[in-house]
């Protein structure tokens, strides 16, 4: 099941061409960081192809991930375990 951020009102909205996606499919999660002056946070994480991958967001994004990931969590198990009731505590 695929979904989008809900963007916060006021957000600008982008007028460039979409460009193609490029997925990354990532297997472990193996660490985050953010930078020095807290603009940006990067997480780190081995890949399907074995090679290392990285993903580095501006710190502002944080608060979409925090919001979404409860969500994200409950429809990945209810497509997992073909179960709507679960939840994760």
């Known amino acids: 099941m695929n ?3 809900d963007k916060p009102s006021g957000s600008a909205a982008s007028h460039t ?3 193609p996606t490029q997925d990354l499919i990532g297997e472990e999660l193996i660490a985050y ?3 020095g002056d807290g603009s940006r946070f990067r997480m780190t994480f081995n890949c399907a192809n074995r090679k290392p991958g990285s993903l580095s967001l501006p710190t ?3 608060h979409a991930l ?3 990931l409860p969500r ?3 429809q990945a198990l209810s497509s997992r375990y073909a179960d ?3 939840r994760l505590v």
């Open 3 to 5: 979904s989008t951020l």
């Open 17 to 19: 061409a979409a460009a």
């Open 33 to 35: 960081e953010v930078d």
């Open 60 to 62: 502002e994004c944080l």
């Open 66 to 68: 925090i919001m979404t």
């Open 72 to 74: 994200m969590m409950t």
């Open 84 to 86: 709507d009731s679960l």
